[in-house]
């Protein structure tokens, strides 16, 4: 790596970084990635660039990743940049296939070595959308198939609530962006493609209530009258749903004018009634209607 002659001593660094001075020098023995040069004093002097990836470093590990997986993440990172868009297409899917492979076996050790290495390689939207998400269709239509049994669907669908459940509660809200709901429609019990969204939204920094399934509508406007949410965002992904579901989101958007209600699922997908007016659309589309929320 080519860099600038450094200017910051250690001493300087730990106070710009607020990060103790034995730190830093432990995560440059152990894992190498930063390699200050030393004065004629052997005094260490960091170079801006050094400085900027210590900021990043340190960033991540207070968002809840310890400092090798920070690392890691890094080095990923800056391979992408050398990497072309088809090799890392190919990377995710045998990654995605691997993890799959795994939770079939119901290996769960080393299910959770592949998501690490998941995490440490990729964004949480890449993750989310191009790995989990499709993982889960993947299960979904064999188990529609007939190729695996309910308990391998189960297995899988609760390795991965609980992982992204993790993941969510880690990491920070931005107190500025408004407040949204997160729950099921009316007889839905499938939760996973609600709890991608609601990672998505988090990732953003959005603060969201997230309620899952199983929720009864009298409680559901108690919570919302409680928590005043900008947006309410309701889940379906069984057509014989719909219709509840749709009558759910008309009677939250009459009754809290100042809230914005969208819907998502399988279920909605080709829907013209939903599509103009309450779905939130395929991961293309997310951002789009989060920018046209009510109020903002």
């Known amino acids: ?6 200017k910051y001593n250690i001493k300087a660094v730990s106070k710009m970084l607020s990060i103790q001075p034995g ?9 190498k990635i930063i390699e200050p040069r030393r004065n004629k004093a052997g005094h260490r002097l960091y170079t801006e660039q050094q400085v900027s990836i210590l900021k990043w470093l340190i960033d991540k590990v207070n968002r809840g990743i310890t400092i090798g997986q920070a690392v890691e993440l890094y080095l990923a990172e800056d391979f992408k940049e050398n990497e072309s868009n088809l090799e890392i297409d190919d990377k995710v899917i045998q990654l995605r296939n691997d993890l799959l492979i795994s939770l079939l076996e119901f290996d769960e050790q080393k299910s959770n070595q592949q998501l690490d290495q998941i995490f440490a390689m990729f964004s949480i939207e ?28 189960h297995f899988v669908t609760s390795y991965l609530r609980t992982k992204i ?22 007889g839905e019990l499938h939760e996973m493609g609600l709890l991608i969204f609601t990672l998505y939204l988090k ?17 559901l406007f108690n919570v919302v009258s409680d928590v005043l949410p900008k947006m309410v965002v309701l889940s379906c992904t069984m057509e014989e749903n719909i219709a509840a ?32 007016k309450y779905y939130i659309g395929d991961f293309d589309d997310w951002e789009g209607w989060l920018q046209t929320e009510k109020g903002i």
């Open 1 to 6: 790596m080519t860099v600038a002659d450094g």
């Open 23 to 31: 730190t830093l020098r432990a995560w440059e023995r152990r894992y």
């Open 126 to 153: 890449k993750i989310v959308i191009k790995i989990l998400g499709e993982l889960l269709i993947d299960v979904g239509d064999k188990w529609e198939r007939g190729e695996i049994t309910v308990a391998h669907e």
């Open 165 to 186: 459940g993790m993941v969510l509660h880690q990491l920070p809200v931005n107190r500025y962006l408004p407040k949204v709901l997160c729950v099921c429609g009316p």
């Open 203 to 219: 990732r953003k920094g959005y603060d969201t209530v997230y309620l899952g399934s199983g929720i009864p509508q009298d409680d």
């Open 245 to 276: 579901t749709m009558e759910l989101a008309k009677k939250i958007d009459k009754s809290y004018s100042d809230i914005k209600v969208g819907i998502g699922g399988q279920a909605f997908k080709g829907e013209k009634e939903v599509s103009n």
